[in-house]
């Protein structure tokens, strides 16, 4: 009797301990996030003071710690970090293997060739569940994320392509207006003209773009311009193929060939190197994107910099017919495959309200936000430089949905402008194999 009073009150402790488990190693819920913007891990990999991070790496690492560490659903976000450059190559390999991440980040532009191979699902009625509608997405991140009125991953910013200017070394050039503003070209002719003076005056370049590396900087470039005139570089319908052989291209072309001939670009370079470049002085005007503002921001405010007090950050000015620069995104989708079961699902879409609900840590990268509320927001208007970009959200133009492999296109065509420029190939020679390149690409597609 004893021994079985004994043996009952030892099983009631042991089930009294078992009871007071914590809950958290039980029921834990770990999704995977794929995603590039560079890993940082020395200097935010256990920081949650998301305010203090700078940079996209910094804000996004900064996120994740914080979710992690203060969701009330015991959800775990494991990142899995690529380089841009292989990125899509990775992603779809992961799909082929069944590999698939739970959230991937992945660009606008891209979406529309997952969709068309039927890897991607609507998602308004997930979204729906956790308080986010399309109506409360900018009219440009709306348009990145939807095909035939359904929504297909969460906008997350949109991003551009930008000059970033040391407005120092151009009054320096005399490069400067009558009310003592810097000089904006508003033609191919006044951009040459102005670049031509401003190396005569100073011996360095008035440019810094890269030639180099696995981003497709040049095509940006090449897009931005392309979108101020009046053709189409793409052909409509489900098997689209591009015309480099037109009056627009080919002045762009010459133009990009000029100003790199000419010594009037920094030579042979890559996109760190460029942001080297204009930080020591060596070019007036970086071309690199939205997410870079916060950083030339930092670097003008010190007071050795040759920017002291000196930048500006304008979108690609008008150079031909219309105002219009190259835009892209970034967004969040949740490919087939990547949620084994509800209890996955719901634990996604719980982090996705999370980074939704902080898009304005997010714009202080420098990208617009997609959350109309941030956008339209007097924080958001009040950080550095966003009274010059704010106009992306309705100048700025990506590339079409129906274009497939947009960033395998984007690539290919990068490449051919930098072969252009590097081997002093002709215009037609480009046009020429561009075409030939990105067609065969194209025709690929099944």
């Known amino acids: 009797m004893i021994k079985n009073s004994i043996f009952q009150a030892a099983a009631a402790v042991a089930l009294a301990a078992a009871a007071l488990q914590p809950v958290q190693a039980q029921d834990k819920t770990e999704i995977t996030l794929a995603r590039f913007f560079g890993a940082c891990e020395a200097d935010f990999g256990k920081s949650v003071d998301v305010r203090a991070a700078r940079g996209e790496c910094g804000v996004i690492t900064t996120l994740v710690n914080k979710f992690n560490a203060t969701n009330k659903d015991n959800i775990v976000v494991k990142p899995q970090i690529a380089e841009w450059g292989p990125y899509y190559d990775q992603l779809t390999s992961r799909i082929v293997a069944r590999d698939v991440p739970t959230i991937a980040v992945m660009h606008q532009s891209s979406i529309g060739d997952y969709v068309n191979r039927k890897l991607i699902d609507p998602i308004d009625a997930d979204l729906k569940t956790v308080g986010i509608t399309p109506a409360e997405f900018t009219d440009t991140a709306k348009a990145g994320v939807t095909m035939n009125d359904?929504?297909?991953?969460?906008?997350?910013?949109?991003?551009?392509?930008?000059?970033?200017?040391?407005?120092?070394?151009?009054?320096?050039?005399?490069?400067?207006?009558?009310?003592?503003?810097?000089?904006?070209?508003?033609?191919?002719?006044?951009?040459?003209?102005?670049?031509?003076?401003y190396k005569q005056v100073t011996g360095k370049a008035y440019f810094a773009w890269p030639t180099s590396g696995s981003v497709p900087t040049n095509t940006w470039t090449f897009f931005s311009m392309m979108f101020q005139q009046n053709s189409s570089l793409f052909t409509a319908g489900a098997k689209p193929?591009?015309?480099?052989?037109?009056?627009?291209?080919?002045?762009?072309?010459?133009?990009?060939?000029?100003?790199?001939?000419?010594?009037?670009?920094?030579?042979?370079?890559?996109?760190?190197?460029?942001?080297?470049?204009?930080?020591?002085?060596?070019?007036?005007?970086?071309?690199?994107?939205?997410?870079?503002?916060?950083?030339?921001?930092?670097?003008?405010?010190?007071?050795?910099?040759?920017?002291?007090?000196?930048?500006?950050?304008?979108?690609?000015?008008?150079?031909?017919?219309?105002?219009?620069?190259?835009?892209?995104?970034?967004?969040?989708?949740?490919?087939?495959?990547?949620?084994?079961?509800?209890?996955?699902?719901?634990?996604?879409?719980?982090?996705?309200?999370?980074?939704?609900?902080?898009?304005?840590?997010?714009?202080?990268?420098?990208?617009?936000?997609?959350?109309?509320?941030?956008?339209?927001?007097?924080?958001?208007?009040?950080?550095?430089?966003?009274?010059?970009?704010?106009?992306?959200?309705?100048?700025?133009?990506?590339?079409?949905?129906?274009?497939?492999?947009?960033?395998?296109?984007?690539?290919?065509?990068?490449?051919?402008?930098?072969?252009?420029?590097?081997?002093?190939?002709?215009?037609?020679?480009?046009?020429?194999?561009?075409?030939?390149?990105?067609?065969?690409?194209?025709?690929?597609?099944?």
Request: aromatic fraction near 8%; charge should be neutral.
């Open 150 to 197: 359904k929504t297909y991953g969460l906008p997350f910013d949109t991003w551009s392509w930008l000059w970033h200017i040391n407005t120092n070394l151009l009054k320096k050039a005399g490069l400067t207006n009558a009310d003592g503003s810097v000089q904006i070209p508003k033609s191919p002719a006044e951009l040459l003209a102005q670049a031509r003076k």
């Open 241 to 446: 193929h591009i015309n480099m052989h037109t009056p627009d291209v080919t002045a762009i072309l010459e133009l990009m060939s000029t100003l790199y001939n000419e010594g009037l670009v920094v030579p042979g370079i890559d996109s760190g190197a460029v942001n080297q470049a204009w930080f020591k002085g060596d070019a007036a005007v970086a071309l690199t994107g939205t997410w870079r503002i916060d950083d030339y921001m930092a670097a003008s405010e010190k007071a050795d910099s040759p920017a002291h007090n000196g930048y500006l950050v304008i979108p690609f000015p008008q150079l031909f017919a219309k105002r219009a620069t190259f835009a892209d995104g970034h967004a969040w989708v949740m490919l087939k495959g990547g949620t084994k079961d509800e209890k996955t699902k719901k634990a996604a879409l719980t982090f996705l309200k999370f980074l939704w609900d902080n898009e304005f840590e997010w714009s202080r990268t420098g990208h617009l936000p997609a959350n109309k509320k941030v956008y339209d927001s007097a924080e958001f208007k009040g950080l550095p430089m966003r009274d010059k970009i704010i106009e992306i959200s309705t100048i700025g133009r990506g590339l079409a949905h129906n274009v497939p492999r947009a960033a395998a296109v984007q690539q290919a065509l990068s490449e051919e402008l930098i072969t252009m420029q590097l081997s002093k190939k002709t215009v037609q020679q480009t046009e020429d194999a561009a075409e030939t390149r990105v067609n065969k690409l194209l025709d690929s597609v099944r």
